[in-house]
């Protein structure tokens, strides 16, 4: 994996100057992780948002919140991915707020690791290759003959891949893209009728920060993040105007604390042990701290959860410049990743 924070980082202490140099008069308000933080305390979402927004008193914002939070109980959730990571640390969370849990894992035996960490009322635990079109739409059937209902569905599970575009194999790429891609659309295409069957669905695509920019020797997993971004951002859009009861949200994580980096695949001219050692620095979020980030932009029902300080300062720079990022990602990747 690419370290997602020291490119954010690299590029963000030289974005002031770079603009200032191109006469675009536009400046950050922040040039650092202390600056991002206060960026978000301006609640930029209301102002995206003026409809959602406006006339909220904090009062009736924590109202609703509180409101919401007790809706979790007794809701039906599957996890995809659960074995490890962000899944793992998203069925504690949502074991710890009264959900009944639908865990699923290629990994058996992490996947039994993280039943026996959570507390929850019902919790069952299936194999699956979210590679298997087919294994995914018998697992959707099994989840609602078993549990009655679902309510969410955290299309989580994903693989990493580091290698040029000339270097990739066909099947590495297909690998990345059977998993990351097709494994997120079948498994929401295959919930999709059980969730709106709930009359309070919930659909959650774990896509990246990887699918706001792209970045070298990331292709592939470019290619996926980015394609789960356009599928869950389209079919948001397709619920609310067929007034269907499911919302969508995609979420874009950083640089997360998890064994993505260990287990990628790797370009046959990579340096894995370097760039594993150099993910395990830079990434800065734990698991359980993004679990806790995803689950309360579900229940605010944001479209987009970015979760990380590099998440949010990837995002604003894209906003910001534009395809102009590139140049930053070019600066960073010579030094970094081309040796």
């Not at 109202?63 to 109980?73: A, G, H, I, P, V």
């Not at 039906?76 to 865990?103: D, N, P």
């Not at 699923?104 to 290759?129: K, P, Q, W």
């Not at 894209?318 to 010579?334: C, D, H, I, K, T």
């Amino acid at each position: 994996m690419v370290p997602c924070f020291a490119v954010w980082h690299a590029s963000s202490i030289r974005v002031r100057g770079w603009l200032q140099r191109r006469g675009s008069g536009v400046l950050l308000p922040f040039a650092g992780a202390g600056g991002l933080l206060k960026y978000q305390d301006l609640k930029v979402s209301a102002l995206i948002d003026p409809v959602r927004g406006a006339g909220k008193s904090s009062t009736n914002v924590s109202t609703q919140r509180s409101e919401l939070m007790k809706k979790l109980n007794n809701k039906v959730v599957v996890i995809t991915g659960a074995g490890s990571g962000i899944g793992r640390a998203l069925a504690k969370e949502l074991a710890a707020r009264g959900c009944r849990l639908a865990l699923s894992d290629v990994n058996e035996t992490g996947l039994r690791e993280t039943a026996e960490l959570c507390d929850a009322s019902e919790i069952r635990t299936y194999r699956l290759d979210v590679s298997d079109r087919d294994g995914i739409y018998a697992h959707a059937d099994q989840v609602a003959k078993d549990f009655g209902v679902v309510n969410m569905v955290i299309n989580n599970a994903g693989v990493a891949l580091s290698a040029s575009v000339r270097e990739m194999t066909d099947e590495d790429f297909k690998w990345v893209m059977d998993i990351d891609f097709w494994g997120v659309t079948h498994g929401s295409r295959a919930f999709l009728p059980h969730l709106i069957a709930s009359g309070d669905g919930h659909l959650v695509n774990i896509s990246s920060v990887f699918g706001l920019i792209g970045v070298p020797k990331q292709s592939a997993y470019n290619a996926a993040k980015f394609a789960v971004r356009g599928f869950t951002e389209a079919l948001r859009q397709e619920m609310k105007l067929e007034k269907q009861p499911v919302a969508v949200s995609c979420v874009h994580p950083g640089g997360i604390r998890t064994n993505i980096a260990n287990s990628a695949r790797m370009g046959k001219s990579e340096n894995a042990e370097a760039q594993r050692k150099g993910f395990d620095k830079i990434a800065v979020t734990t698991p359980e701290k993004a679990a806790r980030t995803i689950v309360k932009g579900i229940l605010k029902d944001e479209s987009r959860i970015l979760v990380g300080p590099d998440a949010w300062g990837i995002d604003v720079i894209n906003r910001v410049l534009g395809s102009a990022y590139q140049p930053l990602v070019e600066r960073f990747s010579r030094k970094n990743l081309y040796l």
